[in-house]
């Protein structure tokens, strides 16, 4: 049996075992206000819905759209979403397309002939690739000190470790208080 602390503890138990320390939600969440403002909701898109990062890179304006009306803002999310997605995801592609991008898109007087039709755009309105959201990942990670640096593809893991672990952890807490009590099933 563990000694108390390792039974309780993931981060003390996961380093007893030589695994590499899990970065939580909550370090996520303070890290992507630090990254680039083009990036962010990229990040919280992949923070919402565990959506694969190269796949969020590759959506286009038209088929977001066309889930829209087809499917309305929260079932077009859910459609997208590796996880049952939090309650701000579907707003966040409506921001992006017709609020950010927009802005991107004219300060840059892109034509509307012209327009990439992805819908995570830089800040020069060009498509972002996983080579150039890497990098700035990278970038914001060293220049917040944190180890080990995050990546979207660390933030889709994250996010899907703990939504695999919120049920878990919820029937444990429930078997203890039925052992504790006596209560355990079948019994009355």
């Keep these: 049996m563990l000694p108390p602390d390792h039974a309780t503890d993931p ?15 909550g370090e996520i969440d ?15 898109l992949i923070r919402s819905t565990a959506i694969y990062p190269e796949y969020a890179l590759l959506l286009h304006v038209n088929f977001v759209e066309d889930l829209w009306q087809r499917h309305g803002f ?9 996880i049952p997605p939090s309650d701000v995801a579907p707003y966040l592609l409506v921001t992006e397309i017709r609020g950010r991008r927009k802005q991107t ?6 034509a509307a002939d012209s327009e990439p039709p992805n819908v995570f755009l830089d800040y020069k309105a060009r498509p972002i690739t996983i080579a150039m959201a890497n990098a700035a990942f990278a970038r914001a990670s060293k220049r917040n000190q944190v180890h080990p640096a995050i990546t ?21 807490g429930d078997i203890g208080e039925e052992l504790n009590t006596g209560e355990m099933e079948g019994e009355t």
Excluded: C, W
């Design 11 to 25: 981060a003390a138990r996961s380093q007893m075992f030589g695994h590499p320390k899990q970065t939580t939600l």
């Design 30 to 44: 303070s890290f992507i206000p630090t990254l680039p403002r083009e990036y962010q909701a990229y990040a919280h």
């Design 74 to 82: 929260v079932r077009a999310t859910r459609l997208l979403s590796s």
């Design 105 to 110: 898109l004219r300060r840059n007087r892109v």
């Design 152 to 172: 979207p593809a660390l933030i889709r893991e994250s996010v899907l470790l703990a939504s695999l672990a919120e049920p878990v952890d919820s029937q444990i």
